[in-house]
């Protein structure tokens, strides 16, 4: 960050959310608010990037927007579908006769019908 004035006032309002006397989100509101209108921010060509950086240690997940949490779980499952391709492929033949074991199991023509409680009567 280039503009000292965001960075105190950061230090400020990073203050009240550890004294939890300000919420996360409205922090990062008030960041972005100020970015918007201070000339220092606007030329800045970091500060997009750290302000993100800055959200994702504030702001706990479930308040993050979904559209930008959707987007790093993606992101996050493109990198890890990597390693489980490998991991997969040891793993596959034990998988399929699980889930044949599991069908065995889900089988609706023994189920009972009308009739059948009817005899109980």
């Not at 970091?46 to 950086?53: A, G, P, Q, S, V």
């Not at 959707?70 to 492929?89: F, K, N, P, R, T």
């Amino acid at each position: 960050m280039q503009c000292e004035r965001l960075i105190q006032l950061a230090k400020q309002w990073y203050i009240h959310v550890k004294d939890e006397t300000m919420a996360p989100a409205r922090m990062i509101q008030f960041i972005k608010n100020h970015a918007a209108t201070c000339d220092v921010c606007l030329a800045d060509p970091d500060l997009d990037n750290e302000i993100n950086r800055i959200t994702e240690l504030i702001l706990p997940d479930s308040k993050i927007p979904k559209a930008v949490r959707l987007q790093q779980e993606q992101e996050e499952d493109i990198d890890s579908d990597d390693v489980e391709d490998v991991e997969d492929e040891d793993t596959d033949s034990e998988d399929d006769d699980e889930e044949e074991e599991e069908e065995e199991y889900m089988d609706d023509d023994d189920d009972l019908n009308d009739e059948d409680i009817k005899a109980f009567d």
